[in-house]
């Protein structure tokens, strides 16, 4: 994700202009609603009220969509946000061993941020890495053929 959180009390406008440069097409809800968390940093609820009303969709729908996709969040993120796979291939291969390294050294457990605000650890399913299982993904960065012994060393990169 990788953004700075925008001021809150510009949601309105923020909003507007997203839904203006999409032409208010409700066929791209997932397009707004991703575009909204790149400014935000995620999707509060004032937003997604704005969004409902910019698209003339009802509340509800964009409420299922931005709960149902992972990549969207309605829950403040850290600056980074950590996805490691569950999908079958990457959890016979591994990944829970990853998921300790990670909750060891972040000293959180999944779905949770940092005191600091650096990173948020997520779950995800397949990131279509499989081949290179397993894997995890960094805002829109993405490792893969991951030991557990190469944690440390990534997350550093972050700091
Ligand atoms: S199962 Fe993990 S990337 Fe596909």
New binding site residues.
């Given amino acids: 994700m990788n953004v700075v959180p925008a001021d809150l009390n510009n949601v309105e406008s923020i909003v507007n202009e997203i839904v203006t440069r999409h032409e208010g097409n409700k066929h791209e809800l997932v397009a707004v609603l991703n575009d909204v968390q790149k400014t935000l940093g995620y999707l509060p609820e004032s937003a997604l009220i704005q969004v409902a009303d910019g698209l003339d969709i009802p509340l509800s729908k964009v409420y299922g969509v931005a709960t149902f996709y992972t990549l969207l969040s309605i829950k403040p993120m850290g600056k980074h946000v950590i996805r490691v796979?569950?999908?079958?291939?990457?959890?016979l291969l591994g990944?829970n061993s990853l998921i300790d390294v990670l909750r060891k050294e972040l000293r959180i457990s999944i779905g949770e941020t940092t005191k600091c605000g650096t990173f948020t650890l997520e779950h995800t399913?397949?990131?279509?890495?499989?081949g290179?299982?397993?894997?995890i993904m960094i805002d829109d960065e993405v490792f893969?053929n991951l030991m557990p012994d190469d944690i440390p060393a990534i997350l550093e990169k972050y700091k």
Avoid at 85 to 91: G, K, L, M, N, Q
């Fill in positions: 796979c569950e999908s079958a291939p990457c959890h990944a399913s397949c990131l279509g890495l499989c290179v299982a397993p894997a893969g």
